[in-house]
């Protein structure tokens, strides 16, 4: 054998061993890109499921809680409330609920009760619970930032026992509400079949617990608000008026965030938010959060609006006044807003305004700032002040459930993300104009918080300005409340206990004769 036959078969035994690894590797990638396992996920294209076995009855526990000086003993009820056919009578899914009745109350119809849900939609109602107005709520520190782990839980001097009962509801698909089959699942999905399930629950809920006559308070918190506006409405229509809508954080007319007029809320909230992290001139740094909101509508709803609405007729003069202000408000380099046509969406004004510490804003509460891992980013990377909570709240609140309310559960308790399908316009402002017509006794409070870029504040100012309804409604039935929060304005300390000032007064206005 000569040696080039021996280089040539070297060369052939290379190639094989590299054709080897190639294979070996190529097979380690297609195990890594296997189809997922979609365990985690209820899935309501199936035609069959597990059988759940709910309690025969509620779970009742005793308890009590002192709240301003006054000891409340209290009644926690867990249950699952059946959603029937209204035709066939066939239970076509459970909602679960937690009921907080005060003990020894003779007088029902001088005892609120409020129906309280979170958003999404698909999200359950466990941030509202632990967080701002059941007994117990998930410790954090003074601003809201969340400690290290193991989290835990402490006794709520903002409960809303205060001001009547408390029932907790988890929409179909989120927490552990489940439909009886999964193609019963999408007849819960979309905003009209939202609102007839929590209606069908209210009234299958006064029912069963032989509440009729007393004083209904509807409230939630972002698409809960769309929720909470609809049912004022529909509640109404089928002769179930509510006397009180509490909105936290609102989004119930879309229209707000449609053509240029979404550019308003934006631009608006980022002005609060660079207030916020001092990043304005000495002058705008003396102003109160109040005084900076209102040089915020001044702006955006004077020159800046003007300035959209003209577009390409708007002379050179008009825009260069309008981008020095902008930048001026909002502490942007001039370039960059010039850049953007004087529209500076939120990723890259969130990446641009602490670029120079390698941080971002966040959405959900623009006061908390995370590390951005890619620091010339032009958007974020994940919402840092959503991070801060998703975890702590499932861990306490499952700790709470099995320990105190005797209540376990072996399913997935689902915080967010399991909806049904979904569909229809978030515009439930229609039902509020509706039931206010009909019911003009009703009283609404909306709450804002200026550092909400989900849920930003003007454009619901805009909504409520624009409302179709009587003079006097909207100088005696409508009122609001300002927090320098964010989304969930109860995770701060001192803002929660001045959001729950508020809805006492509120539900006192609203029981006036």
């Known amino acids: 054998m000569n040696n080039r036959t021996i280089s040539r078969l070297q060369a052939f035994s ?14 380690q990638q297609r195990g890594g890109t296997a189809t997922p396992n979609t365990f985690y996920r209820f899935n309501y294209a199936l035609d069959q499921m597990q059988p759940i076995n709910y309690p025969e009855k509620p779970i009742a526990t005793k308890h009590s809680i002192k709240l301003n000086g006054e000891v409340i003993p209290y009644t926690a009820r867990v249950g699952f409330m059946p959603i029937r056919n209204a035709t066939t009578g066939v239970s076509e899914g459970h909602l679960f609920y937690v009921y907080y009745a005060k003990d020894g109350v003779l007088d029902k119809s001088k005892r609120p009760v409020w129906f ?12 509202l619970h632990m967080g701002a107005f059941g007994p117990k709520v998930v410790q954090m520190g003074p601003d809201g930032m969340v400690p290290p782990p193991p989290y835990t839980y402490i006794d709520n001097p903002n409960c809303l026992l205060d001001t009547g009962d408390l029932v907790f509801i988890d929409a179909m698909g989120t927490g552990y509400s489940r439909p009886d089959k999964p193609t019963y699942g999408p007849g819960f999905g979309g905003v009209d079949n939202d609102l007839a399930a929590f209606g069908e629950f209210i009234r299958s809920f006064l029912n069963f617990y032989n509440l009729w006559g007393s004083p209904l308070f509807v409230g939630g918190e972002s698409y809960g608000t769309t929720r909470a506006a609809g049912l004022a409405g529909y509640l109404t229509d089928r002769g179930c ?18 053509g240029e007029q979404r550019h308003l809320g934006t631009a608006a909230t980022e002005i609060m938010t660079s207030h916020f992290h001092k990043k304005l001139s000495p002058e705008l740094q003396k102003l109160s959060v109040e005084q ?5 509508r001044r702006f955006v709803g004077g020159e800046y609006l003007e300035y959209l609405i003209d577009g390409a007729r708007a002379t050179a003069a008009q825009r260069e006044s309008v ?20 529209r500076v969406p939120l990723g890259p004004y969130s990446t641009e305004l602490l670029r120079d510490r390698h941080l971002m804003t966040s959405r959900l509460d623009s006061r908390f700032a995370g590390w951005q891992i890619d620091g010339g980013d032009s958007n974020t990377s994940f919402d840092f002040s959503n991070a801060n909570i998703e975890n702590c709240f499932l861990t306490c609140f499952q700790a709470y459930l099995r320990n105190e309310l005797n209540y376990a559960n072996d399913l997935i308790y689902y915080v967010s993300g399991n909806a049904p399908p979904w569909s229809g316009e978030y515009n439930t402002v229609i039902n509020l104009e509706n039931a206010f017509a ?43 409340g300002y927090y320098a929060a964010g989304h969930m ?15 006492v007064e509120f539900v006192r206005s609203a029981l006036l004769k």
């Not at 009180?244 to 879309?254: K, N, Q």
């Not at 909400?452 to 409604?473: G, I, K, Q």
Request: charged share 20%.
């Open 241 to 258: 008026p509510v006397n009180g809508v509490m909105l936290l954080s609102a989004i119930f007319d879309a229209n707000t965030r449609a």
């Open 438 to 480: 009909k019911n003009p006794h009703m009283k609404l409070f909306v709450g804002f918080g200026f550092y909400d870029f989900a849920t930003a504040f003007l454009p619901v100012e805009w909504t409520l300005d624009h409302m179709r309804v009587s003079d006097e409604v909207r100088k005696n039935s409508i009122s609001r």
């Open 14 to 27: 290379f190639v094989l061993v590299v054709a080897a690894l190639a294979v070996s590797a190529a097979a």
């Open 323 to 342: 981008l020095n202000n902008f930048v001026r408000l909002s502490g942007l380099p001039k370039s960059f807003v010039d850049q953007y046509d004087l």
């Open 489 to 503: 304005v109860y995770i701060d300390r001192k803002e929660a206990a001045r959001y729950h000032a508020d809805l």
């Open 116 to 127: 309280l849900f979170n958003g999404g939609p698909g999200a359950a109602t466990i941030w």
């Open 292 to 296: 900076m909101a209102a040089e915020a």
